[in-house]
């Protein structure tokens, strides 16, 4: 006796695919956690370095050595931490406004300590301020030019007074600062044992510069 198969509803219906399980990479995993670290520590090396910055004093004009630092030659700036470089805080500006540039300055360059301050007079030598009028000193004078101070009969002096002779080797130890009457001033470094005399020929305005050879 033949069997009749009636098919139901739902009985073919095609069963749902198993699920594949997605295979993940070790070095993948690896490459991942090493991102994420290294992510994390530019951040907190971002944060330090924002958190570590200050202010310090930059050269805003080049200077030679020897010339006295106004108001605007020296500014401030904000850096990161820089370790073993030595830098003036900010807070010191004001106290270096007056002062001598010992060395060149270039500008834009962070200032180091020690570059700016009083100048340094060496064991038997002696500053001596001059203020000569034109034709009394050259114009052509740096800091550091090698001269000669000599005794010379004063603008006022008649042709009567006479001026025992004076001369003596010198550098130029300050950055000559023009005058009004078209001269300069700005001191010279000596021997010692000379200062005093030049310094009243100089009172006297019996004082001439002469320029040496090297200058």
Known sequence: MATTLRATS????????????????????????????LGGLGSA??????TDARQVVVVAHEMARGELVGADDLTTLSVGAAPGVAVVPAAQLDSLVGRTALADLH??????PGAVGDPLIPAGRSRV?????????????????????????GPKDDASVQVTLVRVDAQVASQPVSQPNGGLAFD????????????????????????????
């Open 107 to 112: 500008r834009g360059a962070v200032l180091p």
């Open 188 to 215: 010279v470094e000596l021997a010692e044992s000379a200062a005093l005399q030049v310094a009243t020929l100089a009172a006297a305005e019996r004082l001439v510069v002469v320029s040496k050879g090297g200058s």
């Open 45 to 50: 090396f971002a944060i330090r370095q924002l």
């Open 10 to 37: 739902g009985l073919f219906r095609r069963a749902p695919a198993p699920a594949v399980r997605a295979r993940r990479s070790p070095r993948l995993i690896v490459l991942g956690l090493l991102c994420a670290c």
């Open 129 to 153: 301020g001059l203020s000569l009028p034109a034709g009394r000193v050259p114009g052509a004078l740096t800091v550091g030019s090698p001269i000669v101070v000599a005794s010379a009969p």
